[in-house]
């Protein structure tokens, strides 16, 4: 059989033409999968620094840092009163930390890329928050059912933060346990 009786054959029967017809439609798009996947995985990754530089701003920014700073203080002073000046600090850091959480949610924030840059200045959050809110007269009433993603968050930058450390310490302890 020659290639021109191949040809008569594909398009004389409609069964063989179809087929024909399929199979190059599916190579097209595999050669357009091909090529427009990678182009797609630059574009989502710089759609996540995008938003990574974002968020950086909005957590360095002077008011979430004097914020956060002032919660650390207070729990530092180690008072076992609920500080009526702090709620608004403790709403203004939470409603932030919410709002990454909703960034991460819909996929513009890479949570673990976050979790790498901000888990060792978001860590100590977890336990002032929770410390200032089981005060005597706390005006905290369910914040965190409120506010439920951004408690998640600081959470998991606590576990983050401690995991890293964890890894860290094995490793020094492997190092100096082989150099002896």
Partial sequence: MNISDLINQTLTKPEILWSAVSALASIVVMLIVIVEVPKLRREVAT???????????LLLSSEFVNARRFILDELKDGSQEYPDHIHDKILLVMWRLEYVSKL?????????????????????????????EHR???KMINLEEQLHGGYDLIKF????????QRKFGHRIFRRKKRNK
């Fill in 47 to 57: 759609y996540k620094v995008q938003g990574l530089e974002y968020i950086r701003e």
């Fill in 104 to 132: 991460i949610k819909i996929g513009y924030l890479d949570k673990d890329l976050f979790a790498f840059i901000f888990s060792d200045d978001l860590v100590m959050l977890d336990v002032a928050i929770r410390n200032i």
């Fill in 136 to 138: 005597t007269n706390s």
């Fill in 157 to 164: 930058m606590a576990a983050k933060s401690w995991e890293s």
